[in-house]
């Protein structure tokens, strides 16, 4: 079973964003086996940069999405995306600094932060394009 399982209590309704939350899901597990098999420092920091980079362009499509359909939560939303970003650098230069005791931590984090991030604050976007139905383009923003 892998660590983080992306199931349909995880749907916001929205397929362009259902599909990142789910690649979200994949890079963690990715991280996670590499931290498992022990993997060397260059090849655990090349799947947290790859990791950190898709968080990324992820928060960039869900805010662009947000400001589009005029969100009342928006600024919220935009803050809890930079907790997690600043958190992940938090952890990124303690791995550079070879402090790898943290990877525990990290994991747990980032699941953590994940499950509850969606079910909690981007359900209530995803209530929010229902209770109006908003329709969304295929871009998905
Ligand atoms: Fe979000």
Redesign the pocket.
């Known amino acids: 079973m892998p660590f983080m399982e992306w199931t349909g209590q995880f749907s916001v309704g929205v397929d362009a964003i259902d599909g990142q939350h789910r690649h979200f899901f994949t890079l963690i597990n990715t991280l996670h086996a590499a931290f498992h098999r022990g993997e060397g420092e260059s090849e655990l920091r090349q799947t947290i940069e790859e990791l950190a980079d898709y968080a990324a362009f992820h928060?960039q499509s869900?805010e662009n999405l947000l400001r589009e359909i005029k969100f009342p939560l928006m600024l919220n939303?935009e803050d809890?995306?930079k907790r997690f970003t600043a958190k992940i650098q938090g952890f990124r230069d303690k791995l550079s600094s070879g402090n790898f005791a943290i990877t525990v931590p990290l994991m747990d984090f980032m699941k953590q932060w994940l499950s509850g991030?969606i079910l909690g604050?981007?359900k209530k976007y995803a209530d929010f394009i229902a209770e109006n139905h908003i329709s969304i383009n295929a871009s998905g923003g």
């Open positions: 928060f869900e939303h809890e995306h991030h604050s981007d």
